[in-house]
Nanobody, 120 residues
């Protein structure tokens, strides 16, 4: 099994920055796409950013120009640099990874979530 461990959440003021990290460990064959999702109270989980193994990125409209996703394939780690934070960025942030499991292809793996709170 593959596990994801997230870190870097916390409390920040409006306009501040935070950096999230997520590392995959366990029985890894290879990790495909990785990404960050978030869920605010009373709202559906939404895509924040995703990055393919080769580095192609995709961002949610609300974070474009403020957040940057990157990854270190050698460390099976994905990062999310969050700048110009807004109160509406407050949410639990979840890491997701596509873990290659062999003949069955890729399996989604989710982290436990890390809370980001942005005060006004």
């Amino acid at each position: 099994q593959v596990q994801l461990v997230e870190s870097g959440g916390g409390l920040e003021h409006t306009g501040g920055s935070l950096r999230l990290s997520c590392t995959a460990s366990g029985s890894i064959i290879t990790i495909g796409a990785m990404g960050w999702f978030r869920q605010a109270p009373g709202k559906q989980r939404e895509l924040v950013a995703a990055i393919a193994f080769g580095g192609r990125t995709n961002y949610g409209d609300s974070v474009k120009g403020r957040f940057t996703i990157s990854r270190d394939n050698a460390k099976n780690t994905v990062y999310l640099q969050m700048n110009s934070l807004k109160p509406e960025d407050t949410a639990v942030y979840y890491c997701k990874a596509d873990s290659f499991v062999g003949t069955e292809g890729f399996q989604e793996v989710w982290g436990q979530g890390t809370l980001v709170t942005v005060s006004s």
